[in-house]
């Protein structure tokens, strides 16, 4: 199973109401209409950012959405692409609403966290970690995860509402570089009123992390997942 | 009266939430501790926005503005005791980037002229359209072709004119800009501010029409005034502070 993440920002003079229901209204009706690309997708889940904090050094885009699809190869992945009624439908529609300077695309390989409870959620948390020694990032992945369960064992309240985490460990890009960021921790929560215990997790990791975080490239955004193909978890 | 428009963006680290939480309850509670000559202090607080425009190939704007403070004084001179002012400058002042980025604020010093519309009220919603003048227009042209081109979208877009409950013009008056250091931005002036006032946020995107008609009026050549690519619009929601 492979996953690509895209996050997106909006095309000038779009708003970011205008840019979720284009996304979601049309843009996702596309792609799950246009059966020789949907056929190579286990699950698309469109996340719509609503809230966000940014490292001094991280993007300068403020990203409205993060696409998450999925496959079950990256061969798959790359047969959907290089589909004609992906390069003549689907792909001429994402400047309307997607600003394709602000595009970032990055291979993602799943790993579970610790969580006492799983079940669905609706909400979620996208926290982009970069390693600060560059060498370091091969094993930056277990440095967070062992973060994440000092956090579950000593402050479990944090993630009282939370029903899924995820460890997303970023794979070099086709030519062997660098992505943009090392890890995107994911975790799934219930209501709008759990932000402030998701803030605080953020703050505990960070701490938790210490020297080996770069903050300063590091963001993480808060979003609403839609499913477009796929149950949601 | 004469008034001080501050568009902020947040600082790195935080969130939204956070900042306008900040904002309004850090920020605006040491402002009203010692407002000396301040006269009235409105905070606008973001919920929606756009930048630029789909012809500005190189996307002029990054910057999303997270609140928008409006402070108003009688004259100049009580502008320039609150700035003068030991409080101001050692306890409002230093407080401003716990919670924004103050390199980038859009800001003006203007006069705030109200327009008539169809079907006035209160309004629970605002459009805050900050209008960066075009190249070489000099300010009166400026503030003549803006007015016109008001008078004229409501004409072109009688739903959004329908819907607006309260219009006023904020025009930079020049005098005032040595006074904007105090927020620290590199960012020239705006050369004017329009408020537009909605009944809410369900309505609001009835501004998106007259909107629409301001930038055809805009098109043609001698009736331009603004840049669009350099301009921007906010939907908030008012909270008053003083």
């Given amino acids: 199973m492979i996953k690509l993440n895209i996050q997106a920002a909006r095309v000038p003079r779009m708003t970011h109401a205008q840019y979720a229901r284009y996304a979601k209204d049309?843009?996702?009706?596309?792609?799950?209409?246009t059966e020789?690309?949907?056929r190579y997708l286990t699950a698309y889940v469109q996340q719509h950012v609503f809230d966000a904090a940014y490292g001094v050094n991280a993007p300068a885009w403020r990203y409205d959405s993060v696409s998450h699809i999925h496959a079950r190869s990256a061969e798959d992945m790359h047969a959907a692409t290089a589909t004609r009624e992906y390069r003549e439908i689907i792909a001429p529609d994402e400047p309307s609403?997607?600003?394709?300077?602000?595009a970032s695309f990055t291979m993602l390989e799943e790993?579970?966290?610790?969580?006492p409870v799983r079940?669905?959620?609706?909400?979620?948390?996208?926290?982009y970690g970069c390693a600060s020694d560059d060498g370091a990032a091969a094993t930056f992945a277990g440095q967070w995860t062992d973060a994440h369960e000092a956090v579950l064992a000593h402050s479990p309240r944090v993630l009282h509402s939370v029903r899924r985490a995820v460890l997303n460990r970023a794979l070099p890009g086709p030519g062997g570089e660098r992505p943009a960021f090392d890890v995107m921790g994911e975790l799934g929560f219930l209501e709008h009123s759990d932000v402030p215990?998701?803030?605080?997790?953020?703050?505990?990791?960070e701490e938790a992390l210490g020297s080996q975080l770069d903050c300063d490239r590091s963001f993480f955004l808060l979003a609403e997942a839609i499913p477009v193909r796929g149950m949601l978890s | 009266m004469i008034k001080m428009i501050a568009a902020v963006s947040r600082r790195a680290g935080m969130t939204h939430a956070e900042c306008v939480a900040y904002h309004q309850q850090v920020h605006g509670a040491i402002a009203r501790e010692q407002p000396v000559t301040l006269r009235r202090y409105v905070q606008n607080h973001v919920f929606d926005a756009a930048y630029g425009t789909r012809e500005d190939g190189a996307g002029q704007q990054v910057a999303a503005r997270d609140s928008v403070t409006e402070l108003y004084w009688d004259d100049f001179p009580g502008m320039g005791a609150t700035f003068a002012h030991s409080y101001t400058q050692q306890k409002v002042g230093p407080d401003g980037p716990n919670f924004g980025d103050i390199t980038?604020?859009?800001?003006?010093v203007a006069q705030e002229v109200e327009l008539p519309v169809p079907h006035p009220g209160l309004g629970g919603a605002k459009v805050m359209h900050f209008l960066r003048g075009a190249p070489g227009l000099a300010l009166d042209v400026f503030v003549e072709r803006w007015a016109l081109?008001?008078?004229?979208?409501l004409a072109e877009a009688p739903a959004a004119a329908s819907a607006m409950r309260r219009a006023a013009q904020n025009r930079q008056v020049p005098e005032g800009n040595a006074l904007l250091k105090y927020f620290g931005s590199s960012e020239a002036p705006f050369e004017g501010v329009g408020c537009l006032w909605f009944d809410d946020a369900s309505t609001i995107g009835a501004f998106r029409a007259y909107e629409a008609a301001l930038l055809r009026i805009n098109a043609q050549a001698h009736q331009a005034f603004y840049l669009p690519a350099k301009s921007f619009f906010v939907y908030a929601r008012e909270v008053l502070i003083l």
């Avoid at chain 1, 609403?97 to 602000?102: E, G, L």
């Avoid at chain 1, 215990?197 to 990791?205: P, R, T, W």
């Avoid at chain 2, 980038?104 to 003006?108: F, M």
């Fill in chain 1, 197 to 205: 215990a998701i803030s605080d997790y953020v703050a505990l990791m």
């Fill in chain 1, 97 to 102: 609403f997607a600003d394709s300077r602000s």
């Fill in chain 2, 149 to 153: 081109a008001h008078q004229r979208a």
């Fill in chain 1, 119 to 127: 079940g669905y959620s609706s909400l979620r948390l996208l926290h």
């Fill in chain 1, 36 to 38: 020789p690309v949907s």
């Fill in chain 2, 104 to 108: 980038t604020t859009a800001n003006l």
């Fill in chain 1, 26 to 33: 049309k843009h996702a009706r596309l792609v799950l209409g």
């Fill in chain 1, 111 to 115: 790993f579970p966290l610790a969580l």
